[in-house]
């Protein structure tokens, strides 16, 4: 702020020369800094005060150019003003009726100093500056990382990265991470760590700047994930920032340690596919050499990439020492390149039997099944019969043997610490002897003669039955299934058979068994008509129960209604008048008319029952 009044205050003195005292001042106030975003409207105030008696007042807006001299660019006087002709803010600014100076679009270029000053004629002049700031923040930060490998060997720093920031007003700062903390990193060159910043100002104006990272890496560097932070000014004392994508280096770095493990499987048998692996720990990845050891001597193997051997379908041989060398030059003398693993390989041998693969035992007799196998580990054995578990152990006994023994045994060895390893054998069991019959239902029932019904006899034995029928000329179908054959014959019913039934007939050279079919044919039903159940309750012959009941029900309803009647006419509410039973006598019926005679007959027959007396009884009271 400048001001124009009393020496003692820097004011600028204005007063009529001789005359003592303070007689006018001029008072103005300009900020000293304006802020502003590239491309926005930016107004720079001027505000001033004029004490005593002013004059008409002047108010101007200078600047200083390229040339270093102070050219005015717009002004104000007695209540109008302009923009001067021929400065390069010609048409760009213009002044509010405050007097403030306004740019509707600063530029990079406007980052400078305007003064206002105000002059009241005889009161004197005074003058403010404000300095305009403009800002602009950068584009995204572009990072080129060293795309090389870098050696932890080297005695110097080498290039890391570079990352770059541009287009910006103010110049941002750039500055270093490494997993997060920042890298306080010197602009002095060492053998450690340092970096290279470069600043360039753009045609427009605007500033681009970049810094190179170098590092001495580590072999502690392998993981470690690098970026960059730019920073910049914003108006009102802000700071904005940015952040590059993280990266990585890739370094060459000696082998230190190194691991030989049996990936899979942990317990190993026989037939498994075993994966031996040798990791280093040096960059890039070393090869390997894989041997095996045998009476002190190393046989070698394969050499691998990747650390792997694969051992297909191994045996008992495979048993014994691996070693893995890792071929890495750069590794010092006293680190260990070399490892070893041994491997067990578990296994099972085949099983013995006895008496043998097959046997054959005679029908109620015994035998013992033994069973017997070794292996890396004594096994556990276990007998079956199909699936069902018969017997635990070694041994399995049979005792009585019958025909249902017969069959296929096995013996299964396993190992329970090692899954999967187990073995089995089978034994085949023939029990031999006299043919035994089937249970069948022997005894059948048919409606009719004529009819045809199939007929099965089956048999156990060995040497295999021959199974014969008592029918001649028949064809039976025969099938067997170890120690049974079965025969199916379809036989067409004849009151013959009916009375000797059928004969199935089993032999081998040990003897034979026969099995008797016995035929039945029911008698055909009597119908209720033409035999009519007794009242008295005796069971009709050849009748079904469903007959019976129908014709007791029928009889029973005939009985209630006759009954009903009786009752009606002997209290006199039924009445049979003279002519009535007179029509109906035989006189009058004629002798050509049997039916009615029959009628009168039977009616006189049911009124004679009905009497109480069991006769004729008196004839008012009949019908």
Not at 488 to 511: Q, Y
């Amino acid at each position: 702020m400048g001001q124009s009044g009393c020496p003692l205050r820097g004011l600028l003195l204005l007063a009529l020369i001789g005359r003592p005292g303070c007689l006018a001042v001029v008072q103005i106030s300009v900020p000293a800094q304006v802020e502003v975003l590239l491309g926005s409207p930016v107004t720079i105030p001027c505000t001033h005060s004029i004490t005593g008696s002013p004059d008409a007042r002047l108010v101007e807006w200078f600047i200083t150019d390229r040339d270093g001299e102070r050219r005015r660019v717009a002004y104000s006087e007695g209540g109008r003003g302009g923009v001067d002709q021929g400065t390069e803010y010609s048409g760009r600014v213009h002044m509010d009726p405050d007097l403030s100076l306004v740019l509707p679009k600063a530029d990079v270029s406007d980052e400078r100093a305007f003064s206002c000053q105000v002059t009241a004629g005889t009161a004197g002049s005074a003058e403010g500056v404000a300095q305009l700031r403009v800002y602009e923040p950068p584009e995204p930060p572009a990072l080129t990382a060293n795309p090389g490998i870098l050696s932890v060997m080297e005695q110097s720093a080498s290039e890391i990265a570079t990352c770059s920031s541009r287009n910006a007003n103010p110049a941002p700062t750039i500055s270093w991470f490494k997993d997060g903390a920042r890298l306080e990193a010197p602009t002095e060159r060492n053998d450690d760590l340092y970096v290279v910043s470069r600043s360039v100002k753009e045609a427009s104006g605007l500033q681009s700047v970049s810094s190179t990272l170098y590092l001495r890496p580590s072999k502690a560097d392998k993981d470690a994930q690098f970026q960059c932070l730019v920073q910049y000014p914003l108006p009102r004392g802000q700071v904005g920032n940015t952040t590059s994508e993280r990266f990585s280096l890739m370094l060459h770095y000696f082998t230190e340690n190194v691991e030989f493990t049996l990936e899979s499987p942990v317990v190993i048998k026989e037939g498994d596919d075993v994966r031996l692996r040798c990791q280093g720990d040096g960059q890039p990845e070393p090869e390997y050499i894989f041997y095996r050891v045998q009476a002190s001597q190393a046989v070698e193997l394969a050499t691998k990439q990747d650390g792997v051997l694969t051992l297909p379908s191994v045996s008992r041989a495979n048993s014994g020492t691996y070693r893995c060398q890792v071929l890495d030059f750069d590794s010092p003398p006293e680190v260990q390149l070399e490892k070893e693993v041994i491997i067990h390989v578990n296994y099972l041998d085949p099983l013995t039997l006895h008496p043998g693969r097959r046997v054959t035992v005679p029908l109620g007799g015994d035998v013992t099944l033994t069973c017997s196998g070794q292996g890396s580990q004594p096994p556990k054995l276990v007998w079956r019969k199909g699936k069902e578990r018969v017997a635990h152990g070694d041994t399995h006994t049979l005792h009585s043997v019958s025909y249902h023994m017969a069959g296929t045994y096995t013996c299964e060895a396993s190992v329970p610490s090692v899954p999967g390893l187990q073995r089995d054998q089978t034994i085949q069991v023939t029990v031999e002897g006299k043919p035994e019959m089937e249970e069948r239902p022997t005894r059948h029932q048919l409606l009719a003669e004529g009819q045809r019904i199939q007929l099965t006899c089956s048999a156990l034995g060995h040497p295999e039955p021959e199974l014969s029928w008592s029918l001649p000329g028949v064809k039976p179908v025969v099938s067997s299934t170890g120690s049974r054959v079965t025969s199916e014959v379809m036989v067409e019913v004849t009151a013959a058979l009916a009375k000797s039934g059928i004969w199935c007939r089993a032999r081998n050279r040990f003897g034979e068994a026969t099995q008797h079919f016995i035929l039945e044919i029911e008698p055909p039903a009597a119908t209720p008509s033409s035999s009519p159940p007794a009242v008295g309750g005796s069971e009709p012959q050849g009748g079904s129960g469903a007959a019976v009941v129908a014709v007791v029900v029928c009889v029973l309803l005939l009985l209630l209604i006759v009954g009903f009647f009786y009752c009606m006419q002997r209290r006199g509410h039924l009445s049979c008048g003279a002519g009535e039973k007179r029509s109906l006598t035989p006189k009058e019926g004629g002798a050509e008319d049997p039916a009615v005679e029959m009628k009168t007959d039977k009616r006189n027959e049911q009124t004679g029952l009905l009497s109480p007396s069991g006769g004729g009884g008196d004839g008012g009271h009949e019908c």
